[in-house]
């Protein structure tokens, strides 16, 4: 049998819908074969974060080199990273261990409003790990302390995926769940010499915990398999509009995606 192994970078949620355990239940789902590399421990749920826990510095290393020295991913994501230290880690490991196919979600905030990241780690992220990504999926308020400057509109978004090619990064997606304006969402796709739109309805819900993990792993679980990177994109955003589509509605504030919903379609049992 012939399952394309894939790797995430990334730090626990416990109640399942974002971070590693979203990026698992993803890979699974496209066939796909998932490791964790885990960075820190959040307790959250629906309502918020109620504390960030990270992992012991050489615990990350050894998972890391563990890892490397016994498995070969053909595609790895990062998500939660949460210090300068872990992110410049990270970078040396995927260079040492020649990791390909790097797709960083460069997560800063919860949706609830909660840091993920450290503020001075910012600098780290781009100044060490951009460089060797294959694509980076900032959200707006992400790409926009990435690039140092507000994102107002459509053509500024462009500019953003410009910058973080220029800064590195083969492809850029800006990602447009936080665009306030429309009734389309619209992620923008930068290959270095022009832009894809994906367009597609905004689904009225407060079901879109961990939405950008989701959609991170199903682009890395498409590369693992040898997906192009536009096709790979254009997959993980019908698996991930599924998956906002067909709500569980657990919890009382913004509750995860439905990693089902992709697959359940597929086989016509929706
Ligand atoms: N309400 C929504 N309806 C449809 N798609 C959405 C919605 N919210 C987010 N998405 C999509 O989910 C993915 C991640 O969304 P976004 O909110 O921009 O990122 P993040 O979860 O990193 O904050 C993007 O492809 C985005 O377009
Ligand atoms: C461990 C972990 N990683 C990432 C997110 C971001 O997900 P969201 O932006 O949907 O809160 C999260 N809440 N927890």
């Not at 979203?22 to 504390?51: C, H, P, R, S, W």
């Not at 872990?86 to 800063?108: E, F, G, T, Y």
């Not at 980076?136 to 500024?156: D, F, M, V």
């Not at 009225?204 to 961990?210: D, E, F, I, L």
Request: hydrophobic residues 40%; proline residues 4%.
């Amino acid at each position: 049998m012939n399952i394309a192994q894939a790797l995430t970078i990334a730090g626990s949620d416990n109640g399942g819908g974002a971070g590693i355990q979203a990026d698992l239940k993803t890979f699974q789902e496209l066939g796909v074969y998932g490791m964790t590399v885990i960075t820190a421990i959040a307790a959250q749920n629906t309502t918020g974060v109620q504390g960030v826990f990270p992992i012991d510095y050489d615990g990350i290393v050894q998972q890391l080199d563990s890892t490397g020295a016994d498995f070969q991913p053909r595609a790895v994501k990062t998500g939660m990273l949460y210090s300068a230290e872990i992110i410049r880690l990270v970078a040396a490991k995927c260079q040492q261990h020649s990791w390909s196919n790097l797709v960083i979600d460069p997560v800063m905030v919860a949706k609830g409003g909660a840091p993920l990241l450290q503020q001075e780690a910012v600098q780290a992220l781009t100044q060490d790990l951009l460089p060797l990504a294959l694509l980076i999926t900032p959200n707006i308020p992400e790409a926009e302390l990435l690039i140092g400057r507000s994102i107002r509109n459509l053509s500024e978004r462009e500019e953003a995926a410009k910058q973080l090619v220029q800064m590195g990064s083969t492809y850029a997606l800006i990602k447009g769940g936080h665009d306030p304006g429309s009734g389309m969402v619209i992620d923008v796709l930068y290959d270095g010499h022009s832009f894809h739109y994906l367009e597609n309805l905004r689904v009225m819900t407060r079901h879109t915990h961990g939405t950008g993990c989701t959609f991170s792993a199903a682009i890395t679980a498409e590369l693992a398999k040898g997906s192009p990177i536009l096709a790979a994109v254009t997959t993980a955003r019908a698996f991930i509009q599924a998956a906002i589509e067909d709500e569980l509605g657990f919890g009382t504030g913004h509750g995860p995606t439905n990693h089902f919903a992709y697959q359940r379609r597929q086989r016509g049992e929706r």
